[in-house]
């Protein structure tokens, strides 16, 4: 069964003058400013607009907000004074990411859903105990909780019931039923699933349990199909001729893009490197002139492994915070003695030091908004300070610690400062592949024998 969202105040269908607001900031660069409680010039646009409900006016506010660490979005929110009807949306203003995100959280306790959810419009919802699904583009993006994408179905399928059970509609009473269903989830008298499936990747379900792993919650990103593209409104890239061979080693290419932050255009530098010990890398470094934005990136040079790899360093003076480190988008970080845990792809792939990694992490964790401010649980801040305080104990060389990095493409690296010969302090395990590892990999549909006997009958 699908569901339709309510009906949407949507855009304003009788827009009045605006009614006086701060004016906004002349520079470009601040048109999103980080959302904070504590910043009294960040106020909403007030708008007058037609009530969809009762056709008479309402007010319609929108901000313009940057949630860090996340996406630049756009939150709007509609009442009406005269008959009740409020309604909130959001949408992202950023760019469509390089990949796909899906969130499957599993649903145990009354807590599970209080968690904030970022939905888009382009975000897929199924509860499969339920063959439950709102399909893509048929809800406006919000700003909620898991309780409220709950409540929010319900009123989309409450909203015609009077009309059908008037026509005596056999599908009233089906309908109906499966509404108390519904209303059962939300009292989580057994545990459920949520799946967000989202091909532009800019939607986001909360880990209330940060910095700690969330074991209710799996996140997989993943390149789109040719189908998702299309329905994103992305075109699909021309195949590319063979350019002719070139040593690349001693040459730096540039390439022209946008800067991440402020959109406006900046140049890319790309290198490629060989890592003693190990094998050729790509950096790709952006510096935007126009706000100062830095960032760097490393894919690997090379294929995927034949085994997978898992370093353990045993961290036991402050000269390993020196180590060179390369960590790939498909490695995990794992400190066992702070209960935490990197998942792939979160902070990208990185050619840092241990201490460069670290300060990423604590940064991450530390600054997530999702842990702060007034939506904070009781007991959350102490936890993250507790947590910050052990991180710099470990940088600064008074706790010993173990620092473990999980590759199943096997394309990360730490340096060994001992090499050639074997490192006390650090252990290197190859292993062989889960299916479910070769499945996030794309390795099982992925066939590199005897795949040209079956294209000899179409030639």
Known sequence: MAASGAVEPGPPGAAVAPSPVPAPPSAPSHLFRPISAEDEEQQPTEIESLCMNCYRNGMTRLLLTKIPFFREIIVSSFSCEHCGWNNTEIQSAGRIQDQGVRYTLTVRALEDMNREVVKTDSATTR??????????????????????????????????????????????????????????????????????????????????????????????????????????????????????????????????????????????????????????????????????????????????????????????????????????????????????????????????????????????????PFTLGDSSSPGQAEKLQEFSQKMDQIIEGNMKAHFIMDDPAGNSYLQNVYAPEDDPEMKVERYKRTFDQNEELGLNDMKTEGYEAGLAPQR
Not at 148 to 173: C, F, H, V, Y
Not at 333 to 347: D, K, N, R, S, T
């Open 127 to 368: 509860i499969p105990e339920l063959d439950f699904e709102i399909p893509a583009f048929s809800q406006k993006g919000a700003l909620t909780t898991v309780e409220g994408l709950i409540t929010r179905a319900i009123s989309g399928l409450e909203q015609d019931q009077p009309a059908r059970r008037a026509n005596k509609d056999a599908t009233a009473e089906r309908i109906d039923e499966f509404i108390v269903k519904l209303k059962e989830l939300k009292q989580v008298t057994s545990p459920f699933t949520l799946i967000i499936d989202d091909p532009s990747g800019n939607s986001f379900v909360e880990n209330p349990h940060a910095p700690q792993k969330d074991d209710a919650l799996v996140i997989t990103h993943y390149n789109r199909t040719r189908q998702q593209e299309e329905m994103l409104g992305l075109q699909a890239e021309a195949p590319a001729e063979k350019p002719e061979e070139e040593d690349l080693r001693n040459e730096v290419l540039q390439f022209n893009t946008n800067c991440p932050e402020c959109n406006a255009p900046a140049q890319t530098n790309m290198k490629l490197v060989q890592i003693p010990h190990f094998k050729e890398v790509i950096i790709m470094a952006t510096n935007c002139e126009n706000c100062g934005h830095r960032t760097n990136e490393v894919k690997s040079g090379g294929a995927v492994e034949a085994l997978g790899t898992r370093i353990t360093l045993h961290i036991t003076d402050p000269s390993d915070m020196t180590r060179d480190l390369l960590k790939s988008e498909t490695c995990s970080v794992e400190i066992p003695e702070l209960e935490f845990e990197l998942g792939m792809a979160v902070l990208g792939g990185k050619f840092t030091t241990l201490e460069g990694l670290l300060k990423d992490i604590r940064e991450l964790v530390t600054k997530n």
